[in-house]
């Protein structure tokens, strides 16, 4: 048995697939105590093994390709990729279910050592963090910059801007070649539709958290996503209406 452990920080960093850097699920926490570290390793092998994870590795295939087909505005494919992910395993290709927030627990499929494929793909990204970093706060430089945002830029994973009709901002978008799909967050809590009556948030309850859930968009500053794409990208946004959030 461990003797009691003193206070210490614990740093946990998701890796699930809309994260700064993603593995496709699970995440990563870090203790600089030793016997706490120790503690956590004991929870999660307390569940069962994973197994090499070839389900992941193909939901992981299949999200990439869907992103890149998004990407490329090819949305017979994307379409076709992300309904194939949802059958599979709805819970893992959303990144959360519903039933935590329901106080049913995680996914039994989400505990535990992660297999080996979200391992490989955990270490992989964390070689990449700094690289990925400078590129979205570059991307970040660029859309500070054209909205007159004086700051110094942070690798933000999505850029917010206040939207005060934010369907109308959309259309403009898609018109002039980009769509956001769904807006992110669309409610103060995600996923956007958990059961607010039983957590203590009835309507109104989170007034700023509800505004924003209105009236933010986002623009992406992934990988992907380069300088020039992200001129035009704030160009098109702040032409039809969009105010950057202070």
Not at 29 to 56: K, N, Q, S
Not at 179 to 194: K, M, N, T, Y
Not at 228 to 242: F, K, M, Q, R, S
């Amino acid at each position: 048995m461990l003797s009691p452990a003193p206070a210490a920080a614990v740093t946990v960093t998701s890796l699930e697939q809309s994260k700064w850097i993603s593995a496709g699920q699970g995440g990563i926490a870090v203790a600089p105590d030793a016997v706490i570290a120790e503690r956590l390793r004991e929870r999660r092998d307390a569940h069962a093994d994973p197994g090499p994870g070839r389900g992941h590795a193909l939901l992981t295939l299949l999200g990439l390709a869907a992103g890149r087909a998004a990407f490329a505005g090819r949305r017979v494919p994307t379409e076709i990729l992300n309904r194939t992910a949802l059958a599979l395993a709805p819970n893992r290709a959303k990144g959360q279910s519903v039933d935590e927030l329901s106080g049913s627990g995680v996914d039994a499929s989400l505990l535990g050592r992660p297999p080996a494929t979200v391992a490989r793909l955990a270490t992989t990204q964390l070689r990449r963090a700094d690289a990925i970093a400078r590129h979205r706060r570059e991307l970040v430089r660029v859309y500070d910059t054209a909205a007159g945002v004086e700051r110094e830029p942070e690798p933000l994973v999505r850029y917010p801007l206040w939207a005060d009709d934010r369907e109308l901002i959309a259309e403009r978008l898609r018109t002039a070649g980009w769509d956001l799909s769904r807006p992110w967050f669309a409610s103060q809590l995600h996923p956007s539709e958990p059961p607010f009556d039983r957590l203590g948030l009835p309507a109104g309850a989170a007034p700023g958290g509800e505004a924003l859930a209105g009236h933010a968009i986002n623009l992406p500053t992934h990988p992907l996503v380069d300088t020039t794409d992200a001129g035009a990208l704030i160009a098109a946004a702040l032409e039809a209406g969009a105010r950057p959030l202070r």
